[in-house]
């Protein structure tokens, strides 16, 4: 029997309606950008599986480094106990991340990461005895599937059975070209209400809104009001992280810095599962007290996992390689170059680039749904053609990982061009 038999008797998939899917593809095989199937079939993996793999899949170096750490110390609990991989996993990122984040936080995804920057700033107020109970969030937003990083997220058939269990957040239009106004006079009249802990948002690029992309200035403007009304400030660097915008974090081209950063996807290359909420020293003061009650009550079984931060350490180590670095910049010459080429072409509706990133709106009489047929012919085509792409409605994007050739780059380039003329 096959992978893709053997899978629909116990297996449940993510974002998946199980009856109208077409079954999973048995993938026994990664290297570099490339996977193959159980049949031997090829795939150009274009979007990073999901964002989380800027160095290739098997990744060797990576590979030596868990094999170590394993051999060395698997795992042991953080409660209580400390050891060297999370001590200089922090003291490297310490040398990166923007110079306010004095304080780091482990845990195993994005979500959590989220959920945890959450209940920082809800509980902050509350070790003050501030009735600050409320977030604010773009519309939009993706942060993630837990309960408060779901009250988080604003695209709402991923919610809506859910939307009596969840935090009250108000959300603000996405400053994007024509919103800007709208989106600082909303957020200014929610701040002044005294009434919200902290605002997220994911910065500079919505990646499940179909990286949806907005200027570092109006984001500094945002955040000034954030600052001057006592909001807290979270920067959801989960996707965006790691060089995927062209620079380590989207943070790095603001003027301003936020209060907490959430990291996860690439952080281990692809490899383990790993996250981290960073804080300033403020927030951290918000919970150091006498008074154990004060204390963050929150803790995963695999905090802080020795290997998870082996592959983490060795993942940093390959992003800040000159090698790594050129390719950061010749991706985005070459993405650069096709919008150039592409947004030209009468079906395309709009296309923008940052970093490794391009995103284009293919044309459409009527609105497309995320999941929508459009949407899945376009899916189907790619496959077919031996590229993973996963359109989000009529948008398409390329998030490639960082080593993939300019050879294969074309090739994911020609069967965009193609499904851009053939799919309708
Ligand atoms: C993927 C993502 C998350 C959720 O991360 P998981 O590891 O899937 O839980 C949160 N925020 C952003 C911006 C993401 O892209």
Redesign the pocket.
């Known amino acids: 029997m096959s992978l893709q038999d053997r899978d629909s008797q116990f297996l449940w998939h993510p974002y998946t309606q199980h009856k109208t899917a077409t079954p999973p593809i048995g993938i026994v095989k990664g290297e570099g950008a490339l996977l193959w199937d159980e049949e031997g079939k090829q795939y150009i993996d274009a979007i990073a599986s ?2 989380v793999n800027p160095y290739g899949h098997s990744n060797k170096y990576i590979a030596e480094a868990i094999y170590k750490q394993l051999t060395s110390l698997e795992h042991v609990l953080f409660g209580g106990f400390t050891h060297e991989p999370a001590v200089v996993l922090a003291e490297r990122l310490m040398e990166l991340l923007p110079s306010g984040q004095k304080k780091i936080f482990f845990s ?7 959920e945890i920057a959450v209940k920082v700033a809800l509980q902050y107020f509350y070790n003050k005895g501030d009735k600050r109970t409320k977030i604010i969030a773009f519309e939009n ?6 309960f408060a ?1 779901m009250a988080a ?1 604003g695209i709402s058939f991923f919610t809506e059975a859910f939307r009596g269990s969840l935090i009250e957040v108000q959300r603000i239009p996405v400053p994007v070209e024509g919103k800007k106004e709208e989106s600082i006079e909303s957020l200014k009249k929610l701040a002044l209400t005294g009434e919200y802990a902290a605002f997220i948002f ?1 910065p500079l690029v ?3 809104a179909g990286m949806v992309m907005y200027a570092p200035e109006v984001l500094d403007e945002l955040m000034a009001i954030c600052k001057g009304n006592n909001v807290f400030t979270i920067a ?5 992280g790691f060089g995927k915008t062209g620079k380590t974090f989207a943070c790095d081209y603001l003027m301003r810095q936020p209060d907490m950063m ?1 990291l ?2 690439a952080l281990t290359g692809g490899t383990i ?1 790993m ?1 981290i909420t960073t804080f300033t020293q403020e927030l951290f003061d918000g919970f150091y007290d006498d008074d154990v009650n004060k204390a963050l009550f929150h803790g995963h079984t695999f905090t802080a996992n020795p290997t998870g931060c082996a592959a983490a350490l060795a993942s940093l180590d390959l992003l800040q390689t000159n090698e790594m670095q050129d390719n950061l910049v010749r991706i985005n010459k070459k993405q650069l170059a096709f919008r150039k080429e592409i947004e030209s072409h009468p079906r395309v509706k709009t296309a923008r680039v940052l970093g490794v990133i391009l995103a284009l709106e293919i044309a459409r009489e009527g609105n497309e749904d995320y999941y929508g047929g459009f949407r899945n012919r376009l899916y189907d085509f790619f496959l077919n053609n031996g590229v993973i792409l996963r359109p989000v409605g009529n948008i398409v994007y390329i998030l490639p990982p960082y080593i993939i050739s300019d050879e294969l780059l074309e090739i994911v380039y020609a069967v965009i061009r193609q499904a851009i003329e053939e799919v309708q």
């Open positions: 999901w964002w195993d995804n994005g979500s959590t990461a989220v937003a993706f942060h993630g599937d837990t990083a997220s994911e919505q990646g499940a959801d660097e989960v996707m965006t959430c996860s996807k599962p996250a």
